[in-house]
Each structure stands twice: as structure tokens, then as C-alpha cells.
């Protein structure tokens, strides 16, 4: 499932989104002018139908349209990317956590280094810079500690956009909105307050649209950064646990103490001359016999 994961497929999938939002823009523009020109042709034979929410959202393109189009094109794309890399089978396949722990077990320690070293997975990149602190497990436990922070900082990194586009899509539409509530007081001015109902409400058209295009960006945005947060979090802390599992197999074994009875606090070690033996403490003198 790496293919799904290579920055060709981001951008051919980010060029196909793109292309399909131009070809429907200007799909829409066409029939809009060609209902347009029929409506001059017969003036009058008919009224006008009500447009539809798309085509009325089409019909008012302007700089906070196209912006908002741009990050509801990214914003698909990143989610379609969040929910293809963020599973079990990308993050910690579990075939290459099969092949770390036979290579463990054979103890083939340095064909496991360059494995580690090539794999893209969660776990090999955690293990990595453990096996080349070896042999002292402090400094390898604290290499792969820092690893897996890494990671995991930047696994969040990647959908924290998701958050941001989420955010700005209200703040789109507010602008959107203020810039429709310009344009309908204009018309108003324009006619000394004797604008009719129709130069009046095409104004509030467009800033009711730009409203619902930014709620529109928003929801989706947020909603998947939520979920995604969500899974991020549980397939991080997974496997930085298989991790520990495989740093623990190859914990180097630690020195054994060495045998005897340990000296007595404060006493000082007395040196022995080898080969020569402790004399014997001389007996005491005998006492003198008393006299007649």
C-alpha cells in the first residue's frame, strides 16, 4: 500500500480534483450565458425560474469564491491522503514487524540495522537509531524515546492544515458576506434609496452564498481533522508499544557482579603478599616460681 503514499499520486490526484472543479466552473458559466441570451431573445414570453443553489453559487464568481474553491480542493485531497496513510497496514504493517522480530531471533543484528534503515514504517524508524546507540540501553531507550516523538509530532504536523483550512472557511464567508452586504447598500445608493427589491437582493445572493461556501469548507475539514486526530493518536501510541516490545529483545545483557562477600562499608581492603604466610603470634613468657 506505498504507492498510495508517493508524492506522484498526490499530484496527479491533486490535478484531477483541479481539473474537474474548471471543467464544472465552466460548464455552469456556459449554460448560465447561453439561459441568459435565450431570456434577451424571448423578453418577456416567460418569467424567470428561480436558479438552483449551485447555479447561483456559479453565477457570482469573484476572489473569495476562487480561494475558497482552491482550499476546498486542497482540503479533499488532504483528506483522501489522512485516511489512504493513516492505517495499520502503512503506519505498522504487521509482515515488517514479523521480519524485525525473525531477524531478532536469528540475532542477524547488522542486516537488521540496514533493514530498519530503508523501511519507511512507524517501528523500523523508531528502532533505528536505537540499534546504533548499542550496546548501552540507556542511550538506546533514549534515541528511540526521541524518535518516536518525532514521528509523532510530525504525523500530526500533516493533518494540523486540515485544522487550519476548517478554520479559515467561517472567516472566508464572513468576507464573503460583508463584501455581498457592500455591493446591495451600492445599489441602494446608487438610486437615492429607490432600488427595487431585485438590485437589492442580488447583493444579499452573493453574501448568503459566500456564508454557505464557507460553512461548506469548514465542516468537512474539521469533521475529518477530528477523526483523523483521533486515529493518529492510537496507531502512535501502538507503535511506539511494539517498539519497546523489539528494543527490549535486543537489550544488551549486563555485566554480572563478581562473586564473594562484599567488603564492609568504611573498611579499607588489606593487600596480601602472595606467597608467604601469616606468622604465628609468639606464646607468652612463663610466669616465675615462687620461692621456698
Known sequence: ?????????????????????????STSTGFAQDAAAGGDAAAGATEAKPKGL??????????VFFIILGLSIIGITLIIQGFIKNRTAVMI?????????????????????????SDPSFVSRA????????????????????SIGEQTAEQFRKIEYLN???NLGPLLGLLGTVLGMIQAF????????????????AGISTALCHTFLGLALAVPCLAAFGVLR?????????????????LLMVKPQEPKPATGTPPRPGAMPQPQV????????????PSPTPLG
Not at 6 to 24: D, E, M, N, Q
Not at 127 to 146: D, V
Not at 231 to 243: K, N
Request: proline content about 9%; glycine content about 6%; aromatic content about 4%.
Open 186 to 201: 451600492q445599489a441602494v445608493a446608487a438610486k437615492e434609496g429607490q432600488a427595487n427589491v431585485g438590485e437589492l437582493s
Open 93 to 117: 504493517p504487521e509482515s515488517t514487524n514479523d521480519h524485525i522480530r525473525e531477524l531478532i531471533q536469528q540475532k542477524k543484528f547488522k542486516e537488521l540495522i540496514e533493514f530498519t534503515e
Open 127 to 146: 528502532l533505528n537509531p536505537a540499534l546504533k546507540r548499542a550496546p548501552s540501553f540507556s542511550s538506546m531507550k533514549e534515541a528511540m524515546e526521541t
Open 274 to 285: 602472595p606467597g608467604r604466610m601469616p606468622k604465628a603470634p609468639a606464646p607468652p613468657p
Open 54 to 63: 449551485m447555479s447561483l453559487i456559479l453565477s457570482h464568481p469573484d476572489p
Open 164 to 166: 487550519i483550512i476548517g
Open 230 to 246: 483521533t486515529i493518529v493518536d492510537r496507531l502512535t501510541v501502538r507503535g511506539a508499544l511494539v517498539a519497546e516490545e523489539m
Open 1 to 25: 500500500m506505498r504507492r498510495y503514499s508517493s508524492s506522484k499520486l498526490r499530484v496527479g490526484l491533486l490535478i484531477v480534483l483541479l481539473g474537474a472543479a474548471v471543467f464544472l466552473v
